[in-house]
């Protein structure tokens, strides 16, 4: 799940550049591809799990080197590699933007904001942008990473016993939360973090309601309609 939203971090820079070439590879058929090859380089990159992982008396890596091998493997393959890569994407689709914005002429006429105030808001959108993306790398950081250095300490360092080792579990079980939280924060934190991001959410909300509102309306029309008629033709009769 991690590298398919650094896939769509990628995609937004793609599609957010100002050079044609580079937006021509945002496309569904090369989503698809770089879908499928995440997803395999994801298995083939586990597939140590296998035959380094034992499962008896319980589920745990080998002890020796390949222990030290796992640990570092978790904290950087699937830690800190892909949340700097969404950093570096996701500074890299703002500067797009901005590069964008500056293409466009803007073309004076009346009952329009001046270009100061288009700049101002312009700035404000790109500071909401900015919040909201350092906001999400720096909790996914926070709340995988957590797991990702403690899991590495689990297995590298010596076995616990007695009271350690009940803490050991206890922070195991709490590690392994909050690193699946990471993965049902997003809507969370943007409500908070972001007005802009709330501001649409609610605006989607109303569209929402007066499209199902709008499906209804003329069916209530007709039935009044019809039963306005019926009762006309049982008056002639």
């Known amino acids: 799940a991690t590298y398919l939203v650094l896939l769509s971090s990628i995609d937004r820079f793609l599609s957010s550049s100002v050079s044609a070439r580079l937006r021509s590879f945002s496309q569904m058929k090369i989503a698809y591809r770089a879908t499928i090859g995440a997803i395999t380089i994801g298995l083939l990159s586990c597939i140590h799990i296998l035959v380094g992982y034992e499962l008896r008396p319980r589920c745990s890596v080998l002890a020796g080197s390949f222990a030290m091998f796992d640990g570092?493997?978790?904290?950087?393959?699937?830690?800190?590699?892909?949340?700097?890569?969404?950093?570096?994407?996701?500074?890299?689709?703002?500067?797009?933007?901005?590069?964008?914005?500056?293409r466009i002429a803007v073309t004076p006429y009346e009952n329009t904001v001046t270009p100061r105030q288009q700049k101002h808001h312009q700035q404000k959108t790109d500071a909401h942008l900015i919040v909201m993306m350092l906001v999400q790398v720096g909790f996914s950081e926070l709340l995988i990473l957590t797991?990702?250095?403690?899991?590495?300490?689990?297995v590298l360092a010596p076995p616990l016993i007695g009271y350690n080792k009940l803490v050991g579990s206890f922070l195991m079980s709490f590690t392994t939360l909050v690193y699946y939280a990471n993965y049902a924060k997003s809507f969370y934190i943007y409500t908070l973090s972001s007005q802009l991001f709330r501001s649409i959410f609610m605006n989607r909300i109303k569209s929402c309601i007066r499209k199902i509102l709008g499906r209804y309306i003329p069916v209530i029309h007709l039935d009044e309609g019809f039963t306005n008629n019926m009762a006309t033709i049982k008056t002639h009769l």
Do not use: D, E, S
């Open 72 to 102: 570092m493997f978790v904290v950087f393959w699937l830690g800190i590699i892909p949340h700097v890569l969404m950093l570096t994407f996701g500074f890299l689709t703002i500067m797009n933007i901005q590069r964008t914005k500056k």
């Open 147 to 154: 797991r990702m250095i403690y899991y590495a300490y689990y």
